[in-house]
């Protein structure tokens, strides 16, 4: 059960007390319309405070696979979809628009073996399987759904975040440093903790060195992230190297 829902159930008994201690359905009414409205309102994603996110307990598979149903036709929760293709470059509204940037990229290994497994790691989702975060596992094309779950110290949040881009295309990487690169871009979705896009790139050089890169422009959405932005600030920084890690550890699976 969720905090909101534990909250709303709160509020159904208040609603029974209040209509028969005042001896009136005027009151009843009003408190029950306030709290439909409130769950209409969860319901489309549109929840200033972050509370409709919170779970007391890791979801289950089966729960975050029926959430990623329930949230089909949300919209992106900012105007900057598709903003991190070019990143590090990004256009100058989200230069200017208060976003936090979280990157990193390292090498892991090397040859076309290594990059294909590593584009096998981002593709079965992999790279955000971290323990105290995990996602599911939907095919990735343009437009898929997903859900993640994220511990930050007790409880936990089930995200929305929607596929922008998924590209496996040729690249250039600089002068005469031609190659390969596997794209993947996730944007925040109404009834997320965070406005912003992920981008998790694989590179292949010319010289068969094989990249891992992670770029993130965030800022939050909700009160509760606000009121928490130096603990959602860390976690940012964790969720980057922790994916890192990941795919260090796919990669030599492999």
């Given at each position: 059960?969720?905090?909101?829902?534990?909250?709303?159930?709160?509020?159904?008994?208040?609603?029974?007390?209040?209509?028969?201690?005042?001896?009136?359905?005027?009151?009843?009414?009003?408190?029950?319309?306030?709290?439909?409205?409130?769950?209409?309102?969860?319901?489309?994603?549109?929840?200033?405070?972050?509370?409709?996110?919170?779970?007391?307990?890791?979801?289950?598979?089966?729960?975050?696979?029926?959430?990623?149903?329930?949230?089909?036709?949300?919209?992106?929760?900012?105007?900057?979809?598709?903003?991190?293709?070019?990143?590090?470059?990004?256009?100058?509204?989200?230069?200017?628009?208060?976003?936090?940037?979280?990157?990193?990229?390292?090498?892991?290994?090397?040859?076309?073996?290594?990059?294909?497994?590593?584009?096998?790691?981002?593709?079965?989702?992999?790279?955000?399987?971290?323990?105290?975060?995990?996602?599911?596992?939907?095919?990735?094309?343009?437009?898929?759904?997903?859900?993640?779950?994220?511990?930050t110290v007790v409880p936990w949040s089930?995200?929305?975040?929607?596929?922008?881009?998924?590209?496996?295309?040729?690249?250039?990487?600089?002068?005469?440093?031609?190659?390969?690169?596997?794209?993947?871009?996730?944007?925040?979705?109404?009834?997320?903790?965070?406005?912003?896009?992920?981008?998790?790139?694989?590179?292949?050089?010319?010289?068969?060195?094989?990249?891992?890169?992670?770029?993130?422009?965030?800022?939050?959405?909700?009160?509760?992230?606000?009121?928490?932005?130096?603990?959602?600030?860390?976690?940012?920084?964790?969720?980057?190297?922790?994916?890192?890690?990941?795919?260090?550890?796919?990669?030599?699976?492999?």
């Open positions: 059960m969720s905090l909101q829902t534990a909250l709303a159930a709160r509020a159904g008994s208040l609603v029974a007390h209040s209509s028969h201690a005042e001896g009136g359905r005027r009151v009843g009414r009003t408190v029950r319309v306030t709290t439909a409205r409130a769950a209409a309102a969860a319901r489309d994603g549109h929840d200033f405070t972050g509370l409709s996110s919170l779970r007391f307990g890791k979801p289950t598979p089966a729960d975050m696979d029926g959430l990623m149903q329930q949230w089909q036709g949300r919209q992106c929760n900012h105007e900057h979809a598709g903003a991190s293709l070019s990143a590090p470059d990004l256009p100058a509204e989200v230069k200017s628009g208060g976003f936090m940037v979280t990157a990193n990229r390292k090498k892991v290994g090397e040859g076309k073996a290594t990059y294909d497994a590593a584009v096998k790691a981002v593709q079965s989702w992999r790279h955000l399987q971290l323990g105290w975060n995990c996602t599911t596992e939907p095919a990735q094309k343009v437009g898929t759904v997903i859900c993640s779950a994220t511990q089930v995200l929305p975040a929607q596929v922008t881009y998924c590209r496996d295309e040729a690249a250039a990487f600089g002068p005469g440093n031609k190659g390969r690169r596997f794209v993947l871009g996730l944007c925040s979705l109404n009834g997320h903790q965070l406005a912003g896009e992920e981008r998790f790139c694989v590179e292949l050089h010319a010289d068969g060195s094989v990249f891992y890169d992670i770029f993130l422009f965030s800022k939050p959405d909700t009160l509760l992230a606000w009121a928490s932005l130096p603990v959602v600030k860390l976690q940012q920084v964790r969720y980057v190297n922790d994916s890192l890690k990941a795919m260090e550890a796919a990669v030599k699976r492999a």
